[in-house]
């Protein structure tokens, strides 16, 4: 590796909430862009940042989270797409074509707003014919995977993503 750059033919992309909208718009791009990737981990990513972002059911059964609640995510989408945006631009979910994309590992904590994003856009991705697999974290909050000391699911999500980063950079 020279100039501290991944070799193009072993390169993912990684995201944790919004990182993880902009690691599923980065591997859409990429791949209009003819960069090859290996794969895409989306950890509790939020995919929807369009009028619907606050009809899907965990939002809210889980609006008063403790890591994440519906109002702050009210005010990151009045910060990401001003009024008169094209939402869709910044919402991985309604992209016109999610084939052909690198691999995805969608981590999905259960207690969390964004859940049913997470699920939503993994089930897009595999019907568009893009490999995803969900792992789902019962009982574990929006940015778990940063509370290992906290949150215990944390570890297995870690390790779930280990192997998966390990099996598609091999």
């Known amino acids: 590796m020279r100039g501290g750059r ?66 702050q995510m009210e005010f990151f989408c009045r910060l990401a797409v001003p009024d008169g945006s094209d939402a869709r631009a910044v919402s991985p979910l309604h992209s016109d074509d999610l084939g052909g994309l690198a691999p995805a590992l969608v981590v999905v904590p259960t207690l969390d707003p964004v859940a049913d994003q997470g699920r939503t856009y993994a089930a897009r991705l595999r019907s568009a014919g893009t490999p995803a ?5 019962p009982n574990a909050p929006h940015a778990f995977l940063s509370m290992p000391g906290v949150v215990r699911q944390a570890r297995a999500a870690r390790g779930d993503i280990a192997d998966f980063l390990r099996e598609r950079l091999a």
């Open 133 to 137: 697999t969900l792992t789902e974290h």
């Open 6 to 71: 991944a070799p193009a033919t072993r390169s993912a992309v990684f995201g944790e909430s919004a990182g993880g909208t902009v690691a599923a718009l980065s591997a859409i791009r990429a791949r209009e862009a003819h960069v090859p990737l290996r794969a895409q981990v989306l950890v509790n990513p939020c995919t929807d940042l369009t009028a619907t972002a606050f009809d899907y059911p965990s939002m809210r059964e889980h609006a008063t989270s403790p890591t994440l609640t519906v109002t």
